[in-house]
Nanobody, 117 residues
Framework: QVQLVESGGGLVQAGGALRLSCAAS????????MGWYRQVPGKQRELVAG???????NYADSVKGRFTISRDNAKNTVDLQMNLLKFEDTAVYYC???????????WGQGTQVTVSS
């Protein structure tokens, strides 16, 4: 089992910035990709950004150029720097990870990000 604990989030005005952090513990030897999904009520959870243990990243088109994901393998943490926030970035953000088989996924408890227009 892997436990994920998130921090950061909150309320910010449009154009502002926030930073999310996530720390993994437990069976961390098994984790591969780490990253963030987000979800708004009534919609499916969508991928925001992910980063492999080797540092390869991928981003949703909607956040490219504004969000930056980073990872510290020694500390088992992943951060998401969110700049130039827009109202439509408002959502609950979930940290995730999965093992190399992609069969076992783990989620954080979620942290609210609210962007006021």
């Amino acid at each position: 089992q892997v436990q994920l604990v998130e921090s950061g989030g909150g309320l910010v005005q449009a154009g502002g910035a926030l930073r999310l952090s996530c720390a993994a513990s437990g069976s961390i030897f098994s984790i591969n990709t780490m990253g963030w999904y987000r979800q708004v009520p009534g919609k499916q959870r969508e991928l925001v950004a992910g980063i492999t243990s080797g540092g390869r990243t991928n981003y949703a088109d909607s956040v490219k150029g504004r969000f930056t994901i980073s990872r510290d393998n020694a500390k088992n943490t992943v951060d998401l720097q969110m700049n130039l926030l827009k109202f439509e970035d408002t959502a609950v953000y979930y940290c995730y990870t999965h093992d190399s088989s992609w069969l076992n996924w783990y989620w954080g408890q979620g942290t609210q990000v609210t962007v006021s227009s």
